[in-house]
């Protein structure tokens, strides 16, 4: 399958890279790096490397049947998260653990992506060490089993 995509921001003082796949007759597909390693080298080898997760969805995309549901845009279910029992009832395998504080980890991350883009006011000190903060995560001494989250800015 032919695809290309686009760096649309790079900026390694932040460790951010956003990038663009796209295809002829594909939806395009946005995804944020948060890199270590900002040689071209390594930024080529991650990018290409995440393709096959764009083409997964991809071919997802193009076995779904939409009609399948019922639901309709617009329509307002409300519903309550019970934090607290669903931990209760699905504890992951330990295995898994790592993965998801990762996953965790990165969806803070991504919360605050949006500070990182140049057309924003440039983000203080205290964002950049709680972003640093969250990518230091990993390296906790209790990592995976605990770990101490760091405190949103003001």
């Known amino acids: 399958m032919n695809y290309s995509y686009e760096i649309l921001k790079i900026e390694p003082r932040h460790k951010f890279l956003s990038v663009r796949y796209f295809a002829e007759g594909k939806d395009d597909y946005f995804k944020n790096f948060n890199p270590e390693d900002f040689s071209d080298t390594a930024i080529t080898t991650m990018i290409e490397k995440f393709f096959h997760i764009v083409k997964q969805h991809w071919d997802y995309q193009a076995s779904v049947d939409e009609t399948a549901t019922t639901l309709e845009v617009g329509n307002t279910t409300e519903a309550v998260y019970d934090e607290a029992a669903v931990l ?18 990165d969806y803070r991350l991504q919360q605050t992506d949006w500070m990182m883009f140049s057309d924003t006011a440039t983000p203080s000190q205290a964002w950049l060490d709680y972003r640093q903060a969250l990518r230091d995560v990993p390296s906790q001494a209790g990592f995976p089993d605990n770990i101490t989250w760091p405190s949103k800015p003001e």
């Open 88 to 105: 209760a009832a699905a504890q992951p395998p330990a295995e898994d653990l790592p993965m998801l504080v990762r996953l965790d980890r």
